[in-house]
C-alpha cells in the first residue's frame, strides 16, 4: 500500500500504547491535507478517547484483503464540526499481520443461532438479544442452555449494514440469572471474512459518531 492510496471516508483504527491491553479504536479519516492526515477522534468505554498533542499513536488499515501500519505524531486537534485529530501523513506504509483486539459497543440487536451439534444433527433456531459486540465476537443473554466450546452459526443483525452470518465458538458461559432465567454467553468468532468484520467495524464506528451528534456520549 501506498500512502496515496489513503483516502478521505476510509475507516482506520487507532493503537496507543498505555498501561492496559491495547485496543484497536475505530476512526476514520476526515480530511487529506498536504503534509496531515485529519482523524476522527477515537472513542472507548463511551466517552472520547484522550490524545495529547505530540503523542505517538499508531494507525492500522485495511487495503485490499490485507492489514497495513504506520506510526504518527498527533500535531492538533479540532472540536468543530466534529472531534478531530491531527496527525503527520507518513512517508511510508508497512504491511501487518497480527492477532488484534477490538473494542466493544454496547448495544441491543436482534441475534439468531443454531449450536452445531456432534455428527451433524440438526438443532433449533433459537433467538437473544445481544449485550455487547465487536468485530471478534458477540456477548448475548439466552434461556438456551449453551456449553463453552460449543460451535454455532450465528445470525446477526445490523440495521442498515445488513447480516453477518458466520461460525462461533462459545468461550465463556456466565452462572444464570435467578430472576430472568437467562445466561450470558460469551462468542468469539471462528470463520469470518474480513468483509464482515468491515461491517461489524463499520457498525460500531457509526453508532458511536451517532450518539456524539445526539449529545449521548461525552
Not at 493503537?15 to 472507548?44: C, F, G, N, T
Not at 451517532?210 to 461525552?218: A, F, Q, Y
Request: hydrophobic letters at 40%; charged letters at 30%.
Amino acid at each position: 500500500m501506498k500512502v496515496e492510496n489513503i483516502k478521505i471516508n476510509q475507516l482506520i483504527e487507532i493503537e496507543v500504547d498505555s498501561d492496559e491491553p491495547s485496543a484497536s479504536l475505530p476512526s476514520r479519516i476526515e480530511e487529506i491535507k498536504d503534509e496531515y492526515l485529519y482523524i476522527s477522534m477515537p472513542i472507548k468505554k463511551g466517552v472520547l478517547f484522550p490524545l495529547r498533542v505530540g503523542q505517538e499513536i499508531k494507525i492500522i488499515i485495511r487495503y485490499r484483503q490485507s492489514f497495513f501500519a504506520f506510526k504518527a505524531n498527533v500535531v492538533g486537534r479540532r472540536r468543530e464540526p466534529i472531534p478531530i485529530l491531527i496527525i503527520n501523513k507518513p512517508e511510508n506504509i508497512i504491511r501487518i499481520n497480527q492477532k488484534r483486539e477490538y473494542v466493544r459497543l454496547e448495544t441491543s440487536l436482534t441475534v439468531r443461532f443454531r449450536i452445531l451439534e456432534d455428527g451433524d444433527k440438526e438443532s433449533i433456531i433459537c433467538q437473544a438479544n445481544t449485550i455487547d459486540i465487536s468485530a471478534g465476537g458477540v456477548l448475548f443473554s439466552t434461556k438456551q442452555k449453551v456449553h463453552t466450546s460449543n460451535k454455532m452459526e450465528i445470525e446477526l443483525q445490523l440495521a442498515e449494514e445488513g447480516p453477518i452470518l458466520c461460525i462461533g465458538k462459545v468461550v465463556r458461559v456466565f452462572d444464570k440469572d435467578q430472576v430472568t432465567g437467562e445466561t450470558k454467553v460469551a462468542v468469539e468468532f471462528d470463520n469470518i471474512s474480513e468483509g464482515q468484520r468491515d461491517k461489524i467495524f463499520k457498525y460500531i464506528f457509526d453508532k458511536q459518531r451517532e450518539w456524539i451528534k445526539k449529545g449521548l456520549l461525552d
